[in-house]
């Protein structure tokens, strides 16, 4: 099937979802974060969390499965750390504060963390973790959701894809983040296969019989494989305890399989100061990513960085505009007639 692509400029999408969560009940500066989060998505290449979310987040609120107005609350919380109760709102609103909590307790104590629960899907980890890097930390990131995983051979899920990222500032070059599922693939790029009605690689997934499949209909329906076999569905479980149990917010077997379905989330920051002088750090790492990408390698390689190609593809977004499916725009357009909001103008 022939993919036809859109192109629309950054800020004309941005508004255009801001719009429509308002719309739909959501508070202005929450419909911000939402909206800023799902574009940045799109920026980075992300297109699995990105602005093909947008529908579901609607559908969620209009059939009262995600709180458009969440009176987010901390529940638990001492100097170094805090747990909040999200009210079962748009997890990237209830994971912004949980971030912005551990930012504000790293920067007075060198280390920060919080832990979220109650909270629908919270997007692209990398958003959180570059928030932390702005004000010159190390950041963890990570978040557990409704069972779509489990190894090769099994009949029925047991982990979600459970994300995680980790991010390191850089002076003057692009942060290193690396932001991954522990599935061998996000459960996004699922859907958006289904969406566009293309195949999926083999090896990406298995059918209700724990037999591997190229359909991603079945795969949605299925189960999704680790990355890197046991060691990837160790990760996962790790990160169902920590985001989960640890949490409260609930392990994945516990949770009903959905798109906007999340556990619990976790962030620290980490003030890289309380180790070393922050500038002592920032000439060392110059000078380590330096020695990498001067590997040897064989003619057309270039060794890239966590986070590199994510940062490319930021810049030439921003130059040519976001690249949509003309499947996901038509969805945009059924938003825009319901609501009476302006579609993104078409670039080319």
Known sequence: MLNLVVYVKADDLRKFAHEVLVKVGVPDEYAKIVADHLVLAELRGISSHGIMRLPLYVEGIMKGEINPKPQIKIIREGMVHALIDGDNGIGQVVAFKATNIAISKAKKIGIGIAGARNLRHVGMLAYYIMKIIENEMIGVAMANASPTVA????????????????????RDKPPIILDMATSIVARGKILAAIKKGEKIPEGWAMNKEGKIT?????????????????????????IDIISGIMTGGNYSLKMRRGWYTQGGFFVAAIRIDIFRPYDEYLREIKEYIERVKATPTVKGVEVLLPGEPEFRTYIKRLESGLPIDEEIFNELKNLANKFNVPIPQIIK
């Open 214 to 238: 190229t359909d991603p209909k079945e795969a949605a329906e299925g189960i999704l494989l680790p990355f890197g076999g046991y060691k990837g569905f160790g990760l996962a479980l790790i």
């Open 151 to 170: 190894p090769l051979g099994c009949k029925r899920p047991i982990t979600g894809t459970n994300p995680l990222a980790i991010g390191f500032p850089v």
